[in-house]
């Protein structure tokens, strides 16, 4: 079964500064998808950025992108000029190729930026 | 009304009681999804519906009863719950397409109703 691990429960950082989110993942499958999820306080659940796996460039939105290193399982979302609006719970996730569609979610990190 | 909507978004029952949880997507996608969300806990997958049909039950006990009467609307029915199962609930959508064809099938998550459980 896959898994998925955030190792950081918190993180802050001051506004306008860079902060990175770590996320490591075990599968057997070659091919799959990730994403990031953000939860503000408010609960609804947004997606922050994708990646295909067989892709090899990093997927990047905005001040949002991330460090894909399919070898290494790893699956870091880094976030520049941090803003007020970043705060929140941030979900990394995996998604099989084939079968129910199903997401397998991270523990979460719970971002606080520093005005 | 766009996208996920859920309702209530708040909800207090006792062990004894019957209530249902509403989910409504307004994207035309074909397939729905329960989670629930407890603290310090990764997001469980309740259940997966595609083309109204159940495609997944990840061992969820049998007082949590999903229904899917169509594309657009999912409930969840809950009885003679235990205070464990306080949780937020979130309900999500996503647009399944053929084997084959590939596509990030994103999922799109309602804003979750918070059922406390006396």
């Known amino acids: 079964a896959q898994t998925v691990t955030q190792s950081q429960p918190e993180m802050s950082v001051q506004e306008a500064e860079t902060v990175t989110l770590s996320c490591t993942y075990d599968?057997?499958?070659?091919?799959?998808?990730l994403f990031w999820y953000k939860q503000p306080p408010s609960r609804q659940m947004i997606l922050v950025i994708r990646?295909?796996?067989?892709?090899?460039q990093n997927a990047t939105e905005n001040r949002f992108s991330v460090n894909f290193q399919k070898a290494a399982k790893s699956f870091s979302l880094k976030i520049s000029d941090s803003q007020l609006g970043d705060a929140a719970m941030y979900f990394c996730a995996y998604r099989g190729i084939q079968g129910a569609q199903k997401l397998v979610f991270g523990q979460g990190t719970r971002l606080t930026i520093n005005p | 009304e766009t996208g996920v909507t859920q309702t209530p978004r708040h909800l207090v029952m006792g062990m004894t009681n019957k209530k249902s949880l509403k989910c409504e997507q307004h994207?035309?996608?074909?397939?729905m999804y329960w989670y629930k969300q407890s603290a310090k806990k990764p997001l469980e997958l309740m259940f997966v519906?595609?083309?109204?049909?159940?495609?997944e039950n990840n061992s969820v006990p049998s007082r949590f009863s999903p229904e899917c009467p169509n594309s657009s609307h999912l409930f969840l029915h809950l009885h003679t719950l235990q205070p464990e199962d306080s949780a937020l609930y979130l309900c999500?959508?996503?647009?399944?397409?053929?084997?084959?064809?590939?596509?990030?099938?994103?999922?799109?998550f309602g804003p979750g109703t918070r059922l406390t459980v006396l």
């Open positions: 519906y595609s083309l109204e049909e159940r495609v």
């Open positions: 994207l035309g996608h074909n397939a």
């Open positions: 599968t057997s499958e070659s091919d799959y998808y």
């Open positions: 999500a959508s996503s647009q399944v397409t053929s084997s084959g064809s590939r596509s990030y099938n994103e999922q799109f």
């Open positions: 990646q295909e796996a067989y892709k090899q």
